[in-house]
């Protein structure tokens, strides 16, 4: 009985002097994006309205601290456009015997400026394009429609997340 009340007090000694060391030394877990501090306090994203991706984006800038989408663009620091969005799966990567696809790769480019006060562009048409390759079975085809679905949504957050860093380092005018 004692010898394990002296390893739980060893143990959470141990546990409480590696916190005070990591948080001493400045260490601090990187967290989410989405929560970074943008250096904008209002948006305006010049996207469709029906766009996933600008929802999405969206989203995403109304969770950041400090920062409105507004639904003006003569009222916001800073204006989002989307210039183009595509999805694009015609890159055969690789065919079977038969001649028959095999492989293939999807393609999601976007191409997005970012423009401040008076059009003063704050950072220029910019082309993000995300791949994945994704196998291909005749035998599987609703699985693989799946798949092509949830590989394009997983590049779209992640283009939204790429999107959010390059706003974070931008300086309004």
Do not use: H, W
């Given at each position: 009985m004692a010898s394990t009340k002296r390893r739980l007090f060893c143990s959470l000694a141990l546990?409480?002097?590696?916190?005070?060391?990591?948080?001493?030394?400045?260490?601090?877990?990187?967290?989410?994006?989405?929560?970074?501090?943008?250096?904008?306090?209002t948006i305006y994203l010049a996207f469709p309205d029906t766009s996933p991706l600008g929802l999405e984006l969206k989203r995403n800038l109304r969770a950041s601290n400090g920062t409105k989408v507004v639904d003006d663009p003569k009222a916001a620091q800073a204006v989002i456009g989307l210039l183009s969005e595509?999805?694009?799966?015609?890159?055969?990567?690789?065919?079977?015997?038969?001649?028959?696809?095999?492989?293939?790769?999807l393609q999601y480019k976007v191409t997005f400026d970012v423009k401040g006060a008076k059009d003063k562009p704050l950072l220029p048409p910019t082309e993000i394009v995300l791949k994945r390759d994704i196998s291909f079975n005749e035998s599987q085809v609703l699985a693989k429609e799946k798949e092509e679905e949830v590989l394009y949504r997983d590049m779209q957050t992640d283009l939204v997340q790429q999107i959010l860093r390059r706003l974070a380092v931008l300086k309004p005018v």
């Amino acid at each position: 009985m004692a010898s394990t009340k002296r390893r739980l007090f060893c143990s959470l000694a141990l546990s409480m002097a590696a916190t005070f060391a990591l948080s001493s030394c400045g260490f601090q877990l990187r967290g989410s994006t989405t929560q970074a501090n943008l250096p904008f306090s209002t948006i305006y994203l010049a996207f469709p309205d029906t766009s996933p991706l600008g929802l999405e984006l969206k989203r995403n800038l109304r969770a950041s601290n400090g920062t409105k989408v507004v639904d003006d663009p003569k009222a916001a620091q800073a204006v989002i456009g989307l210039l183009s969005e595509t999805r694009d799966n015609s890159v055969v990567l690789s065919r079977n015997t038969q001649g028959r696809i095999r492989e293939y790769q999807l393609q999601y480019k976007v191409t997005f400026d970012v423009k401040g006060a008076k059009d003063k562009p704050l950072l220029p048409p910019t082309e993000i394009v995300l791949k994945r390759d994704i196998s291909f079975n005749e035998s599987q085809v609703l699985a693989k429609e799946k798949e092509e679905e949830v590989l394009y949504r997983d590049m779209q957050t992640d283009l939204v997340q790429q999107i959010l860093r390059r706003l974070a380092v931008l300086k309004p005018v």
